[in-house]
């Protein structure tokens, strides 16, 4: 079964900070660009930063450009690596389910059409 696990989700206080981790198979994510996705309650999900099966590259969306970084971890261990989602200065907007995803080019993912998904981790953040 090919899985993407994220966590870290929780409720926060608007300013606080948050990391989110996405733990994916190697074998079977190898060479994937790695997206972090959203959807607040009544909204579409929207696209939130992706990044590179390297690091070298990434993409943000402008909502969360420089409070937002999203980071990868390939040598963690030999069967999983790690995607991060560092969260800083959030705000109630921010509230929604977020999702990682996984995808062969930044240009699918940004456009949501991402070949694996994971179910989703809860983030809350009040006023």
């Known amino acids: 079964q090919v899985q993407l696990d994220e966590s870290g989700g929780g409720l926060v206080q608007a300013g606080d900070s948050l990391r989110l981790s996405c733990a994916a198979s190697?074998?079977?994510?190898?060479?994937?660009?790695i997206g972090w996705f959203r959807q607040a309650p009544g909204k579409e999900r929207e696209f939130v930063a992706a990044i590179n099966w390297g690091g070298g590259s990434t993409s943000y969306a402008d909502s969360v450009k420089g409070r937002f970084t999203v980071s990868r971890d390939n040598a963690k261990n030999t069967v999983y690596f790690m995607t991060y989602l560092q969260m800083n200065s959030l705000k109630p907007e921010d509230t929604a389910v977020y999702y990682c995803a996984a995808g062969r080019f930044f240009s699918s993912l940004r456009s949501q059409n991402a070949d694996y998904w994971g179910r989703g981790t809860q983030v809350t953040v009040s006023s």
């Open positions: 190697i074998r079977t994510f190898s060479g994937y660009v």
